[in-house]
């Protein structure tokens, strides 16, 4: 049986994670993005997953794993009960979460920039000659 001092000890564990809070409760970060959280009583968390992550989860961790309520859930957020999960399969899926904000984080910062238009616009040049 695991609690939510073990959920913050894998989170915090990872390269490069800040823990803060949100709407009141505790939250785990990469690149700024949430990955993971600790539900405010401390009996669950949930894990970012793809769509296709938590499907496997729940489909082979019923007991532990479940989507979160409404789009957060369609999207892949995943609540973990911390009293059914075991540390190996907690830090699986806390893992991939993290991979996915970090390997999302990359990507935005490798792709090119779009120029920007300027805020102000130069006068136009007088021809010559006309």
Do not use: Y
């Not at 401390?42 to 894990?47: D, E, L, Q, S």
């Not at 499907?55 to 609540?79: D, I, L, M, Y």
């Not at 990359?106 to 136009?124: D, E, G, N, Q, W």
Request: charged letters at 25%.
């Amino acid at each position: 049986m695991l609690t939510a001092d073990d959920f913050r000890r894998i989170a915090v564990g990872m390269k490069d994670v800040l823990e803060g809070a949100h709407m009141g409760h505790p939250d785990f970060r990469v690149n700024g993005k949430i990955f993971a959280t600790i539900h405010p009583d401390h009996a669950c968390g949930m894990v970012k997953l793809t769509p296709e992550q938590q499907q496997e989860f729940v489909k082979t961790h019923p007991h532990a794993f479940a989507p979160e309520n409404g789009a957060w859930g369609r999207a892949g957020c995943t609540s973990v009960r911390l009293d059914s999960v075991d540390e190996e399969t907690l830090g699986e899926a806390m893992t991939l979460a993290w991979q996915n904000i970090g390997r999302a984080g990359a990507t935005k910062a490798s792709k090119p920039s779009r120029p920007r238009k300027p805020k102000f616009l130069l006068p136009a040049r007088k021809r010559k000659g006309g």
